[in-house]
């Protein structure tokens, strides 16, 4: 961790996931934490993503036994015991250079939750697959495909060796967006703990354009569906593509034999004014009912996820399950794999009892009857802050 822990507030003063980053705001160094929060342009996608949450609201069913309440579920076959997961995110290691993605391993498995490795992780793959408590422990690989094809493959076989259980290959990021709170801190890929996983030997490389841009350097820009054909022949681990935003290539995914999609925007720090994910769930799902490409086909989905409500609203609506990335970044920088079980054990909490008051006993019975989406498209956007990166969007009370 980047700051001692006896100088934070205890773990136990956290009630939300949004206390991490306010905490983290103020301790990380400027350069980490504006590579971890920092999104494209004016940011309109990142606030969205969470935004569009707050849109949706509940139906819930009186007079119901809610002693029992089972959050259990299945992922690309893998029976899970929570219907979450910590999504894939670079360089760990900026902000937690002792142990990086490993503590994230650890906190992840007492319950299991699975962990989705990135390319760019600080720490070999190798190392962070022999952290697992045992060959149970779900792990997925996230691939960002090399212009040097034959580097990816020899990704995809390793991955596969180490025991991942399933393949995600991030398809809209042929470039990095225009990060600018990011760009504004310089960086250098010697000196900050990563890229690992990518490189057989660190590089001699010095940036001075920001990480996500020093990174981009790294990712193909001729990414095409042949590639995903190819990647199908190398592997029987699932592939799921990471980052779909429109109902035509979920269908195309579905029909090429993929095992999913992600529906996601990179958190906002693509493309700004991409629409939030939740949009084209709700878009998607009818159709994909109709011409029966919802069996054995798991649509997931990431971004401005902060919540337990909002995991089950996206399950009401189709979703199988929910990424979140940046609070278990921020909960790992922090205090490590004890704030990543935090981080987990709240969204547990907050899931248990939404549905103890929506009045469902398990994730199955959750369907579209129990929200309300009829504001989801009444966008009212406010005019553009400029002074980016220093507003935690939440409803945190801490004054760190």
């Known amino acids: 961790m980047t700051q001692d822990q006896n100088s934070l507030p205890p773990l136990d003063s956290i009630f939300n996931l949004y206390d991490f980053e306010s905490i983290a705001s103020k301790v990380l160094p400027n350069q980490v934490y504006a590579y971890y929060s920092s999104s494209a342009d004016d940011e309109v996608s990142y606030r969205e993503n969470h935004y569009s949450f707050s849109r949706i609201f509940f139906k819930p069913k009186i007079l119901v036994d809610v002693t029992n309440i089972d959050i259990k579920t299945k992922i690309l076959n893998t029976q899970l015991n929570a219907p979450f997961y910590v999504s894939a995110t670079a360089l760990c290691g900026l902000g937690n250079p002792m142990s990086g993605e490993?503590?994230?391993?650890?906190?992840?498995?007492?319950?299991?939750?699975?962990?989705?490795?990135?390319?760019?992780?600080s720490?070999?793959?190798?190392?962070i697959a022999a952290a697992r408590n045992s060959e149970e422990q779900v792990q997925?690989?996230?691939l960002y495909v090399n212009s040097d094809r034959k580097l990816s493959h020899e990704l995809i076989t390793k991955a596969e060796n180490l025991g991942m259980k399933a393949l995600f290959v991030t398809v809209d990021a042929p470039q990095a967006g225009n990060r600018e709170r990011d760009f504004r801190f310089k960086f250098s890929v010697t000196n900050n703990n990563g890229p690992d996983v990518a490189q057989k030997k660190k590089r001699n490389i010095k940036e001075t354009n920001g990480a996500s841009k020093s990174l981009s350097k790294l990712i193909a820009t001729d990414l095409t569906w042949e590639d995903i054909k190819v990647f199908k022949s190398l592997t029987n681990m699932p592939i799921v593509l990471k980052g779909v935003q429109r109902v035509d290539d979920i269908i195309k995914a579905a029909e090429l034999?993929?095992?999913g999609v992600v529906l996601s925007n990179h958190g906002g720090r693509q493309l700004d004014f991409s629409r939030p994910p939740i949009e084209t769930l709700v878009e998607a799902?009818?159709?994909?009912?109709?011409?029966?490409l919802d069996k054995n086909f798991d649509i997931l989905i990431d971004g401005g996820?902060?919540?337990?409500?909002?995991?089950?609203?996206a399950l009401c609506l189709g979703a199988k399950g929910c990424g979140i990335a940046s609070p278990f970044l921020y909960a790992n920088s922090l205090y490590g794999a004890k704030g990543v079980k935090k981080a987990i054990e709240l969204l547990v909490n907050e899931l248990i009892l939404s549905m103890k008051l929506l009045g469902v006993t398990k994730l199955s019975d959750l369907n579209p009857d129990y929200i309300d989406i009829s504001n989801l498209h009444s966008r009212h956007l406010p005019l553009t802050n400029f002074n980016m990166g220093n507003d935690v969007h939440n409803g945190s009370s801490f004054n760190y």
Not at 102 to 121: A, R
Not at 305 to 313: A, E, F, P
């Open 305 to 313: 996820i902060r919540r337990g409500t909002d995991i089950i609203k």
């Open 123 to 127: 720490f070999p793959l190798e190392d």
């Open 257 to 259: 034999g993929c095992r």
């Open 102 to 121: 490993l503590s994230i391993t650890e906190g992840c498995s007492e319950l299991n939750v699975p962990q989705m490795i990135s390319t760019f992780s």
């Open 140 to 142: 997925w690989f996230q």
């Open 285 to 292: 799902m009818p159709i994909l009912r109709e011409r029966g």
